[in-house]
């Protein structure tokens, strides 16, 4: 069996803490870490090589060029082209982080990568769009963390919320990950039964829905207000997802996907359930939406491509 590789673009917190929480899972045999600053680089490669020296199997942690990506499966994404200043969005990081990926990605393309690329960068929507376009890869093979880790919040605040677990609650984030996001009620439930008859049996009460969207669009910002940034989330959400693909595990996650006629769109990356396998992208599953959902969404493709466009004056 050929070792798994998995190469992280960017060894600033994201990108460690998601190479810790790929060695602890055992996702892969080796983990390729890549960042300019090759003293950070170095640091890391020594401190995670110590972890792996306590895994039951040899995990090997390398430092590379980006150039040197022929053999890799998976390469995530995580440079960023500077932190948010109080009160930007995450579209605000755009031009620094599309100008970071316009060089690496026909780097890699030129010496031969043909794996899938995961982008965990922001706004994730808009760069998982621009290398896809950049790789000319398949769009099958690009994907980005998308509404996932939004997915995995509101999940757990309904689990909080309803003292359960997370695993047990059927919930979505669908669309941009950002401002325009949105929970597919529609679509939600509890061991078979609808939120809220769930909340009556359990507490008496009825779920407040409107703000349970706010609070989990709003939690990615208080987390990053508090401590500066935000990691062990998206760690996890990389981790997963790589978990997912390695195993061709056919699981829908909400992820960020090129579509092509899907939802009546093109021309755009956004979150949408998607089945995943060593392929990448299987299936593109499309939701029936409420009147309400699908003016969300149609929103929310609209602030995507608004975005992308600017990314075409950027490119000239």
């Known amino acids: ?86 009160g930007q969005t995450r579209l605000d990081e755009l031009d620094g982080t599309a100008r970071i990926v316009g060089n690496i990605v026909p780097e890699m393309m030129q010496n031969g990568f043909k794996g899938i690329f995961l982008v965990a960068t922001n706004p994730c929507d808009i760069i998982t769009y621009q290398v ?35 695993q047990s609650v059927d919930a979505f984030i669908l669309g941009e990950h950002g401002e325009t996001q949105f929970p597919v009620w ?52 990389i981790t997963e997802i790589c978990r997912n693909l390695f195993t061709s595990s056919h699981r829908a996650l909400t992820v960020s996907c090129v579509l092509d006629g899907e939802y009546g769109k093109e021309g755009l990356a956004i979150g949408v359930p998607a089945v995943l396998t060593q392929r990448g992208i299987e299936q593109i599953i499309e939701l029936d939406f409420n009147e309400l959902e699908q003016r969300q969404f149609d929103d929310s493709a609209a602030a995507i491509k608004t975005n992308i466009q600017r990314l075409a004056v950027l490119h000239h």
């Open 1 to 86: 069996m050929k070792p798994r590789k998995v190469m992280i673009i960017g060894a600033g917190n994201v990108g460690s803490s998601a190479a810790y929480a790929l060695l602890n899972q055992q996702i892969c045999q080796e983990l390729i870490l890549v960042d300019l600053n090759q003293s950070l680089v170095e640091g890391h490669r020594q401190d995670l090589a110590d972890a792996a020296a306590y895994m039951p199997g040899r995990i090997i942690i390398s430092a590379r060029p980006v150039t040197d990506c022929a053999d890799v499966d998976i390469a995530v994404i995580t440079v960023s082209g500077g932190g948010l200043k109080p």
């Open 132 to 166: 896809w376009k950049l790789s000319g890869l398949p769009r099958h093979q690009v994907l980005g963390t998308g509404v996932w880790l939004d997915t995995t919040r509101l999940r757990r605040i309904l689990a909080e919320q309803l003292d359960i677990a997370a």
């Open 186 to 237: 529609s679509h939600s439930s509890v061991y078979g039964m609808t939120l809220n008859e769930y909340s009556r049996w359990k507490t008496g009460q009825e779920l407040d829905f409107a703000a349970l969207g706010e609070r989990t669009r709003q939690l990615g910002f208080e987390i990053y207000s508090q401590k500066g940034c935000t990691e062990y989330g998206v760690a996890g959400t």
